[in-house]
């Protein structure tokens, strides 16, 4: 009897010193989230809405360079946007008639220079809600005065309906 003590004892304390799996990822510690910009000329992460002065009302968004002829991510003192994804925006920004796009969010151009649609901006098709997948958006079209009239390529992925 005091051998068979002696084992369930020894077992017992065996398995006290393998840790459950999920008890040993509950202890490691997640690495913390670093907003990082996507392109070299951008001051925030607009997919995120991070990088920006929130205390003074500050928001993330891709905007375009027509000097430079490049897209970057900049933070903007303007009332953040209201338009949802599908919603009618305006590439160029001329606000508030029609609305900026939600922080997060991206207006494509899929006509003239003044046409855009709102949509969310993307890494993976996980990002996106189902029936839609991450992917490119077509070239920026910009005005003939704007970068000799030469479309430039979107620098950020949005999802799309498939």
Known sequence: MRHF????ACLALLSCDEKNPSFQD?????EPFVCTPSTPHSDCNAQYNCGCDTGMGEWCKWMFSATGCYFY?????A???????????????????????LPGHVCVQYGLPETGVCARLCETSADCSAGSECGSPADYIVPSDVCGGTPVPQPYDICSWI
């Open 79 to 101: 009332a953040e946007g209201t338009g949802r994804p599908g919603e009618p925006c305006d590439p160029q920004w001329h606000y508030p008639d029609p609305p900026l796009c």
């Open 26 to 30: 509950a202890e490691e510690e997640e």
């Open 5 to 8: 003590l002696t084992i369930c």
């Open 73 to 77: 991510e900049g933070c903007t003192p």
